[in-house]
């Protein structure tokens, strides 16, 4: 069963970097797409970026496009989200996921992780 484990997370200044690591323990996660979500206190959980099994289709949030970047490193049995120019806004826990199908919509992810705080602020 995949296991999820998200790091990488921190608080740093508006207009910094962070990479955020989602390794799957269980190795089976080459199999799946996954994506990265992000929650904040009130809020929903918001899609933020996605990347397909093969590593060859990526998708993203209108709000993070053009600043936020996924990949997939089969050997690692990891995902990362590179994260640039990063605002106030984008303060929140990130969590990562698996699921059979890339897309926007947590319901079509089967296993998630336990999420990373990332706080944006001065």
């Known amino acids: 069963q995949v296991q999820l484990e998200e790091s990488g997370g921190g608080l740093v200044q508006p207009g910094a970097s962070l990479k955020l690591s989602c390794v799957d323990s269980s190795r089976t996660v080459s199999a799946y797409a996954m994506a990265w979500f992000r929650q904040s206190p009130g809020k929903e959980r918001e899609f933020v970026a996605a990347?397909?099994?093969?590593?060859?289709?990526?998708n993203y949030a209108d709000s993070v496009k053009g600043r936020f970047t996924v990949s997939r490193e089969f050997a690692e049995n990891t995902v990362y989200l590179e994260m640039l120019s990063l605002k106030p806004e984008d303060t929140a826990v990130y969590l990562c996921?698996?699921?059979?199908?890339?897309?926007?919509?947590?319901?079509?992810?089967?296993?998630w992780g336990q999420g990373t705080q990332v706080t944006v602020s001065s």
């Open positions: 990347i397909n099994w093969s590593g060859t289709s990526r």
């Open positions: 996921a698996a699921g059979r199908t890339t897309g926007s919509r947590a319901g079509l992810y089967d296993y």
